[in-house]
């Protein structure tokens, strides 16, 4: 029991540095993305790269012959609310992240 205990511990510390990882990866395109494009604040290069990555896995889910699809609505407004949905959920696992707390928009400023 103490093997299996310390084993998801482990794991919980692996996945808690590759969360850490990806936060700080966010935050360097965020900042990056600014500074080179006018305009443009931490929402919107979020929102961006959200639907981005939405359409990214469409494409996967499409390209493979054994799986199974969830079709949802593609007009703008649905990838707003979805934008939306996925961020709320993003930021709010993400509590002890300096400067990625839910309302915070200074995303490492």
Do not use: C, W
């Not at 305009?39 to 799986?67: E, R």
């Not at 407004?77 to 002890?96: N, Y």
């Amino acid at each position: 029991a103490k093997a299996d205990a310390e084993k998801k511990f482990m794991a919980g510390q692996g996945i808690a540095r590759q969360r850490q990882a990806i936060i700080s990866g966010l935050r360097e395109s965020v900042n990056s993305f600014k500074a080179e494009v006018a305009g443009v604040d931490a929402k919107q290069v979020m929102d961006l790269m959200i639907v981005t990555q939405y359409f990214d896995m469409m494409k996967d889910i499409g390209a493979q012959s054994k799986t199974n699809a969830v079709f949802m609505n593609h007009s703008p407004g649905a990838l707003e609310d979805l934008a939306q949905a996925v961020q709320r959920g993003f930021l709010g696992s993400l509590p002890a992240a300096p400067g990625f707390a839910p309302g915070n928009q200074s995303m490492g400023r």
